[in-house]
């Protein structure tokens, strides 16, 4: 198979190849198999939300009202952080895990 690159990607690759010592092919390789292993991963797990926003074991949101709850959590927080203090002694419960220290 041969893949064409535009110039300065072809040049990126020699580069990296020189300073790592392998061949520009197997470096090649090496990239078009990651980005084709984490394409399949995302595409699973898209087409595993939309089975369940299909079948209704999740409902959807609405994204503007997703971003106006975080963006006042957010807000929320920053005004808060000034005011919190943890110290060594205190404690949290973590989900699923027994109280450890702050």
């Known amino acids: 198979m041969e ?5 300065e990607t072809e040049s990126r690759l020699q ?3 020189a300073k790592t010592g392998r061949p520009p092919n197997d ?3 090496e990239a078009v198999a990651g980005y084709l292993k984490e394409l399949t991963e995302v595409r699973e797990m898209l087409d595993g939300r939309y089975d ?3 079948s ?5 949101i609405d ?3 997703a971003f106006a709850t975080l963006r ?6 920053a005004r808060r952080g000034s005011q919190v203090r943890t110290s060594s ?12 220290p702050i």
């Not at 209704?56 to 959807?60: E, N, T």
């Not at 006042?72 to 927080?77: L, Q, V």
């Open 3 to 7: 893949v064409n690159l535009r110039p």
């Open 15 to 17: 580069e990296l190849a």
């Open 27 to 29: 470096l090649v390789d």
């Open 52 to 54: 369940e926003l299909a």
């Open 56 to 60: 209704g074991r999740v409902k959807p």
């Open 63 to 65: 994204g503007e009202d």
């Open 72 to 77: 006042r959590k957010t807000s929320n927080d």
């Open 89 to 100: 002694r205190e404690w949290c419960r973590l989900p699923g895990k027994r109280k450890r």
